[in-house]
């Protein structure tokens, strides 16, 4: 499991409360958001709103931090 985002954004931080309390392995991968990173071209592949969490489980993305955690 893959989590793009920033602690400093409370959406990222649910999502990784909840993989926490649930024992689940993830790898955070950093998005900066002072450098606008999250509106690149490569991050709207994975969230089209240009928004932090973005999530990867294998095939399966899922963006919107109240979507990723009723999957989890």
Known sequence: IKVHGSVI???T???????????IEFD?????LATGE???EA???KNPFGQVPAFE?????LF?????TQYI
């Open 9 to 11: 954004s409370t959406a």
């Open 13 to 23: 931080q649910r999502v990784l409360v909840c993989l926490y309390e649930k024992d």
């Open 28 to 32: 955070l991968v950093p998005v900066d």
């Open 38 to 40: 999250h509106k690149s």
């Open 43 to 45: 991050f709207l592949q």
């Open 57 to 61: 489980q294998g095939e399966l993305q």
């Open 64 to 68: 919107e931090s109240r979507a990723i």
